[in-house]
């Protein structure tokens, strides 16, 4: 937005005067996340078991998405500090390694409960504030694994699948209402997440090697790229766009290029 009231032409930044909630904001592509939303002069609360040490225009605070208690009060807690909450970053989320046979009932339910209803949750806890604001936009993080098969990944891209469903079926609810809800689909990202995941396996090099050598570009996407295709969503510069999913995904979903060397 240009500004021109005093004479002289400046760039105000696109979130000034919004307030920002991103779950999972203490690591990873939530903090990436929180950097760019701030940066473009967003206040931000961040929710997560670890938030991390609290700065200017950031708000950490301890809240676990598997429940809805903690969830609520850390939503008023934002909203009481900084007058409302206007976007919701639906991140937090954990892993799951196996096909469709290595994980018991109780790590399914562990992981959907984190990864699905913990979204569901985070929702419902900030929408009273969303239908108040002006430019309320909920954008989640979904993932390649919710439209492309992977091997070893059965319950995760469960989990994706269904936060692509939920994606567009509260798209539709809220559409009425002025709240866009949008998702962002990413390929393999190079967070702490992967590191964990490459720790695990007896070749963390080769294994680093394959997934690069899944994406067309031939390397890991950034969690930067992602915040980016995030903050585009969150902002008023989307204004058109609901009921979306944007891949940022090195080219993965949609190219069959020729395999490299
Ligand atoms: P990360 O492990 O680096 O960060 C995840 C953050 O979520 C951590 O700070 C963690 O403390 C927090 N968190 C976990 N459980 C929580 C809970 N119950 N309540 C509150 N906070 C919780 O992971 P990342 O790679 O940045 O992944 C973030 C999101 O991106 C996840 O939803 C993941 O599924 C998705 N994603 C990641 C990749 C990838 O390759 N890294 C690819 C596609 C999608």
């Given at each position: 937005m240009i500004d021109s009231s005093a004479g002289l032409a400046f760039t105000v930044p696109a979130f000034t005067g919004l307030v920002a909630v991103v779950t999972g904001g203490g690591s990873g592509i939530g903090a990436a996340v929180t950097a760019s939303l701030r940066a473009q002069g967003a206040?931000?609360?961040?929710?997560?078991?670890?938030?991390?040490?609290?700065?200017?225009?950031?708000?950490?605070?301890?809240a676990d998405v598997a429940d809805r208690e903690s969830l609520t009060s850390a939503m008023a807690?934002?909203?009481?500090?900084?007058?409302g909450i206007d976007i919701l970053i639906n991140n937090a989320g954990i892993s799951a390694v196996g096909g469709i046979d290595a994980n018991d009932d109780e790590e399914w339910h562990r992981v959907l409960d984190v990864n699905?209803?913990?979204?569901?949750?985070?929702?419902?806890?900030?929408?009273?504030?969303?239908?108040?604001?002006?430019?309320?936009?909920?954008?989640?993080i979904s993932s390649i694994a919710a439209t492309a098969g992977l091997v070893q990944r059965a319950l995760y891209s469960a989990s994706k699948g269904a936060v692509h469903a939920l994606t567009l079926a509260?798209?539709?609810d809220l559409v009425g209402d002025g709240?866009?809800?949008n998702c962002v689909a990413p390929g393999t990202v190079?967070?702490?997440?992967v590191e964990r995941l490459l720790a695990r396996t007896g070749d963390p090099a080769g294994e680093r090697a394959r997934l690069e050598g899944r994406q067309p570009t031939g390397r890991l996407v950034t969690a930067e790229e992602v915040?980016?295709?995030?903050?585009?969503?969150?902002?008023?510069?989307?204004?058109?766009?609901?009921?979306m999913s944007l891949a940022v995904d090195g080219g993965m979903?949609?190219?069959r290029p020729p395999p490299r060397g």
């Open positions: 206040l931000v609360g961040v929710l997560d078991l670890n938030p991390g040490a609290p700065a200017d225009g950031l708000l950490p605070v301890v807690a934002v909203a009481l500090t900084y007058g699905v209803v913990g979204m569901a949750r985070a929702t419902s806890a900030a929408l009273p504030y969303l239908r108040r604001s002006p430019a309320a936009a909920i954008v989640n509260t798209a539709a709240i866009r809800v190079d967070t702490p997440w915040a980016g295709a995030v903050t585009y969503l969150a902002s008023p510069a989307s204004a058109a766009t609901t009921g979903s949609g190219l």
